[in-house]
Nanobody
Framework: VHLQESGGGPVRAGGSLRLSCLAS????????MGWLRQAPRKEREKIAT???????TYIYSVKGRFTVSRDRPKNNMYHRMNSLKPEDTALYVC?????????????????WSQGTQVTVSS
């Protein structure tokens, strides 16, 4: 399983970024996908998931600002981040995990990308 994300970089507070995650060697049809982030001196947190049937979940701090979506024919997942804040600064990682139920995601993801840095300046 190979996941490659792109789209990170520096941005000013209030700005937007879109991250992409391209999957190879497996199909999104059989896996739940998610975005996680790790900020300096903080624990890694799972911020958004999209299940096999398209059901999405978000943590409270990004709800309403971040949107995860999927392009199945292209095997690509996207993460649109609006109204970015300095506290969103982190290494963002896309992840995947098999799911037996189409609307559910596993509690942990076995497959990870290398990550892309997002830095939000005030």
């Amino acid at each position: 399983v190979h996941l490659q994300e792109s789209g990170g970089g520096p941005v000013r507070a209030g700005g937007s970024l879109r991250l992409s995650c391209l999957a190879s060697t497996f199909s999104y049809r059989s896996h739940c996908m998610g975005w996680l982030r790790q900020a300096p001196r903080k624990e890694r947190e799972k911020i958004a998931t999209i299940s096999r049937d398209g059901t999405t979940t978000y943590i409270y701090s990004v709800k309403g600002r971040f949107t995860v979506s999927r392009d199945r024919p292209k095997n690509n997942m996207y993460h649109r981040m609006n109204s970015l804040k300095p506290e969103d600064t982190a290494l963002y990682v896309c992840a995947a995990g098999p799911s037996g139920k189409s609307w559910l995601c596993p509690s942990t993801f076995p497959y990870w990308s290398q990550g892309t840095q997002v830095t939000v300046s005030s």
